[in-house]
């Protein structure tokens, strides 16, 4: 394999100048989002005290297929992009066999995720009209790592969220937000009237991603000069990392293939979204058969066991009514390691998408995901955070087939983020403590059969 | 600044395909080391017991000035190499300063470090000559990171002894030895004569450097088809590394630029060396008027305060005799995050090349390591390891001289690693817990005096 090409990067004049809007492209377009109070389809300026402006139009554009990348924000995704493309060998050698792998190395931005491309978009936004503060939440701390160090970089003042649970027990991402400059509360805190009704009931509340975005939406709204970002399920997001996509063909191109299937773990859809939306535009428009396939925990299995059906965003029902695959937002994820796979809905575009028969869904127990990636590692070197191990095995389970076959497949997987951080995750599993969480059927039915009431 | 290309890369063809020999080229080559017990210039043969023999004849070589890179190696280099030659416009805005500053970004590697380099190399001629089974010591846990994987690549079982301490204290670091499949041991250990010693005497030692150097030479000598690596000090594990400065040269040269004065941590030298040697060639065959500036903790002054002398390279007395700057075999450095820089002596060719003026050493107190590192983090996103922290220090104080003289000089470091498994070190400069550690005059005189007694 030496004469063989390994990694594949553009030059930083190929970075793309443009992200790519699905919303235009889709034969049935999403449903719209609905106000929450009125239930009247949501317009751009009833998100206004939230977002930035542009973001909430970017959010509801569905006639633009490409949006201009501003200067300032391709111009800083020049100091980690393009991510490499590369051909993963080692892992089809392991593997034998005859499929040809290839991943998009996320993991490789200053922050270790996919997070920073909408994280820079975002506060670059914000900054643009004017405001001084971002407030956001965050689990495990990925999302929140990104928003820190974009916040620095466009000079905005951070403060987030973290749910309490992954502040005690991920001390180095909370270090990670801090050393960036961001001010880090646990949630639920007493700094906020959301923090305090929670607290108030139960004081050794653990805190969960739904107290943190009411926390942290309750502080944008109430400070001047202060705006909400969010970090998944979002239009506006999953189109700001369209920018991996975009890479990734320019990338394949470069290395003389086209992927049939391109997979990438799946909790709110933005790292899915963002590598996927890219190729699916040939599916649409010119009837490309590429599979999509998205890689959910079996714990929080929204798209394999959900139900498409209007569902608020967060878990207090604040946010506006989206229509998602959803488990129902009082649905309460199993504590697994892949912190950002633990959502209970799948953002709208995918959701549409996934309804039209576009791409399907596997899920995955945490034990197949870890084995998947402790198999990586030592076949590529580099550790995979525990999210994007899910990639993986849906990655190793194609290669496997086709191995059962004979198949020479072309297979594109996302490497959202590395798992330098996630070590104790990897030590349960070498030690055999992991544990698989099963959802019972009951479970499901339960927390859906509450949606009836909604709208 | 927004048209300014930010990053370098070479194409896969460009690697370099021989590493550079800087002994050949030395007007003064370096003092022969000296066998302990016969007192007579060392052999490659006296050394065959513990390295592979390939490398035994590395170490002594001072007739090739050019040494080929193994095809497999090269061919291992292509997942990770190039690395970014990354132009620090944050930090030079940051610090209003007319230089031009540029870092060799070596925390893209796989395990995070530059180690990686030689790892690939060491691993590979122990396979090559029939060997299954290497051992080292490691301290933080870098080096042992990337022989665990360099071991993995190779198809060969590795032991590591890890400084107890530090394997407590940083079970990241010993997680990813784990998972790419090493041996991890904290020592002392019960499983070597050493360690035993050691742990008989000293229920409760918390382990050195020195021990576990013993420990695994011990395990290599009795052990069949086991052999010994190292990850600094040694000839050849700088040889490894100048594929850094060979590919900085090609990467400055697209740049346009040259530098004025390169900039690397140290603790044993490689990383200095790596990025060092290829461009002192043109300072020893063609006068180029370029500085070299070694950054060493001020708890570890070897190359500033400690003298030029034959001293072992560890702590019992077991290895071979060296001329190196040394603050004597039994100095006990400060417990600094930096523990990669924590080491009495410099290699021979360092020590050579600083008696004879081709370069120059600063030390540097924690504090300011630390203060560089995060100001580093907030302007270019990557937050460095304590060890790179110091050369980042460095650089920022040349880059305040030409903000002063007006001067546009042109910079490089080397990043040679990032800290995500270090953020408690951050935690603790973020709190104003962190330490700094002075050496008395006295201490220094005592630990040299000894060393009249050896030679």
Redesign the interface.
Known sequence: ??DK???F?LS?DEIPRQWYNIQADMVTKPLPPIHPATHQPLKAEDLYPIFAKELCHQELDTEHAWIDIP??V??MY???RSTPL?RAY?LEKALGTPAHIYFKNES?S???SHK?NSALAQAYYCKQEGITNVTTETGAGQWGAALS?AA??FGLEAAVYQVKISYEQK??RR??M????AQVTPSPSMSTRAGKDVLTRDPNNQGSLGTAISEAVELAMTTPNCKYVLGSVLNHVSLHQTVIGLEAEKQMEMAGEYPDIVIACFGGGSNFGGISFPFMRHKIKEGKQTRFIAAEPSSCPKLTRGVFQYDFGDLSGLTPLLPMYTLGHNFMPANIHAGGLRYHGAGMIISQLLKDGYMEAVDIVQSESFKAG?MF??C????PAPESCHAIAATIREANKCKETGEEKVILFNLSGHG??D??A??QF?AGSLLDFEVTDEEVAKNIAELDKII
Chains 1, 2 share one sequence.
Do not use: A, H, N, W
Request: charge should be neutral.
């Open positions: 394999m030496s090409q390994k990694r990067f930083e200067e300032e391709r111009d020049k100091y980690y590369v080692g490789v200053p922050v270790g920073l160090y620095k970089v001390p180095y270090s990670i801090q050393t960036y400059g402790l590692s030592k590529e070197g580099i550790i330098l951080i070590m104790t990897y030590d070498l």
